[in-house]
């Protein structure tokens, strides 16, 4: 087949937008993601990220974007949890999703596994992000054929870089090195954030919880309003 390219997929750079509700989350299930996909759409974004095979097929129907897919599962004994199986692969491509997002780490042969997974989405005519969390991953996700490397998995991997904000230091070394567009994922809070991220190399940047996960932007502002209370005290 003809490998998809991102061009063929994304008609620019820019914004794309996670938007992902886990079961014990408040707006797990319905139509909430959806919601959430028509307001990034309304705002310029020019992609959606998204978690569950429902929400793939839900937010499909509901804006003319591409869809990153990808299933969050646990794996008794492993640490891998994106897309970790060729059943979640199979289901994300039947939902509809244009882009298969799977962990392409360094750890419990993830990278023989993930090489399948690859090979089997482009067989099926679909791109594969891979999610990443350090620049030697991404190299080597680059080299089993995905499409897009992704830094969503910095700082996740007990070697990767443990820092507060987004890795942009990752993004900048595989944006120098790679040959497949680099996607800035990742602990990004701000515009200017996103903006550095692009600045970086980054030629798409995903935003979920600053954008999506209401539960976790009100913890950020209760947590400084307590601070300006203490410091009055």
Known sequence: MTKTTHRTIFSERGLIVSCQALEHEPLHGGDAMAK??????????????????????????????????????????????????????????????DIVALDVTDREDRLAKAAELIAFAHQAGIAVMADVSTYEEGMAAEKLGADFIGTTLSGYTPYSTQIEGPDLALVSSLAADAQVPVVAEGRIWSPEEAARALQAGATYVVVGSAITRPQLITARYVEAVRQAIGSEA
């Open 36 to 97: 959430m996909a028509k307001a990034a759409l309304q705002s310029g974004a020019i992609g959606i990220r998204t978690n569950g095979v429902d929400d793939i097929r839900a937010i499909k129907e509901a804006v003319d974007l591409p869809v990153i897919g990808l299933i969050k599962r646990d794996m008794p004994g492993s640490d891998v949890f994106i897309t970790p199986t060729l059943d979640e692969v199979v289901q994300i491509i039947e939902a509809g999703a």
